[in-house]
């Protein structure tokens, strides 16, 4: 019973994480052709919802970390597919901050886990606290370790309020996408019961999901 439980939780894993790097695929190109000026705020706040909702369905402190490694790795399909160099900034940049989201996150949930459960107050503590120390880490790593920063950034002072600007207007929307994801999380009722037939449907959907969010990406990626 437990092995079963634990490639329940793993599938799940790669199901959400999936979607996130899916997500980052599809909807991160098209606002990235648009110029939506705060595109990395809205990826990034869906990123939490999901890990969110993750969180709650699984009840595993890791399952962020899990899933951002996952949507980290879709980053691949540019290297494959259009042939850009994998130190390349538009692939190392999302997929450190997708990377840094979900280590972070399980930071913050380790550190609460006792009482972030307890009510919205708390949830959204979580949620901010996650998402600007998120923010405030990718932006000093890269300015110090690559000697580069986030977005053409060339001096503390732009790193500062890009940190300040950005981190607050993400964190920001954090209060609400972390809850809404664990609320979320609470609300679906789907179960994967003990019966062979449920199960086997439930390890063939999720391969199917997973195989779908591949491919839609590599789509997206090559039409975009």
């Given at each position: 019973m437990q092995k079963k439980e634990h490639i329940k939780i793993f599938l799940g894993v790669m199901v959400m994480g999936s979607i996130w790097g899916m997500l980052e695929a599809s909807l991160g190109s098209v606002l990235h052709i648009i110029h939506f000026p705060y595109k990395g705020e809205v990826m990034a706040n869906i990123g939490f919802f999901l890990m969110g909702w993750a969180l709650v369905r699984y009840k595993k402190i890791w399952i962020p970390a899990g899933m951002a490694l996952i949507a980290a790795s879709f980053k691949i399909l540019n290297v494959a597919i259009v042939g850009v160099p994998l130190t390349n900034r538009m692939i190392v940049n999302p997929a450190m901050a997708i990377i840094l989201e979900g280590l972070i996150l399980v930071g913050v949930v380790g550190i609460a886990h006792k009482v972030y459960e307890k009510n919205i107050l708390y949830r959204s503590?979580?949620?901010?606290?996650?998402?600007?120390?998120?923010?405030?880490?990718?932006?000093?790593?890269f300015f110090y370790v690559f000697r580069q920063g986030p977005m053409e950034i060339v001096?503390?002072?732009e790193l500062a309020f890009f940190t300040l600007r950005n981190g607050g207007l993400a964190s920001m929307l954090a209060l609400f996408s972390f809850p809404s994801g664990m609320w979320a999380g609470r609300m679906s009722t789907f179960e994967?019961?003990?019966?062979?037939?449920e199960q086997k449907l439930y390890y063939t959907t999720s391969l199917l999901v997973i195989?779908?969010?591949?491919?839609?990406?590599?789509v997206f990626i090559v039409l975009v």
């Amino acid at each position: 019973m437990q092995k079963k439980e634990h490639i329940k939780i793993f599938l799940g894993v790669m199901v959400m994480g999936s979607i996130w790097g899916m997500l980052e695929a599809s909807l991160g190109s098209v606002l990235h052709i648009i110029h939506f000026p705060y595109k990395g705020e809205v990826m990034a706040n869906i990123g939490f919802f999901l890990m969110g909702w993750a969180l709650v369905r699984y009840k595993k402190i890791w399952i962020p970390a899990g899933m951002a490694l996952i949507a980290a790795s879709f980053k691949i399909l540019n290297v494959a597919i259009v042939g850009v160099p994998l130190t390349n900034r538009m692939i190392v940049n999302p997929a450190m901050a997708i990377i840094l989201e979900g280590l972070i996150l399980v930071g913050v949930v380790g550190i609460a886990h006792k009482v972030y459960e307890k009510n919205i107050l708390y949830r959204s503590a979580a949620g901010f606290a996650g998402m600007f120390l998120s923010y405030l880490t990718f932006s000093f790593v890269f300015f110090y370790v690559f000697r580069q920063g986030p977005m053409e950034i060339v001096s503390m002072g732009e790193l500062a309020f890009f940190t300040l600007r950005n981190g607050g207007l993400a964190s920001m929307l954090a209060l609400f996408s972390f809850p809404s994801g664990m609320w979320a999380g609470r609300m679906s009722t789907f179960e994967c019961s003990s019966a062979k037939n449920e199960q086997k449907l439930y390890y063939t959907t999720s391969l199917l999901v997973i195989s779908c969010c591949w491919l839609i990406s590599a789509v997206f990626i090559v039409l975009v």
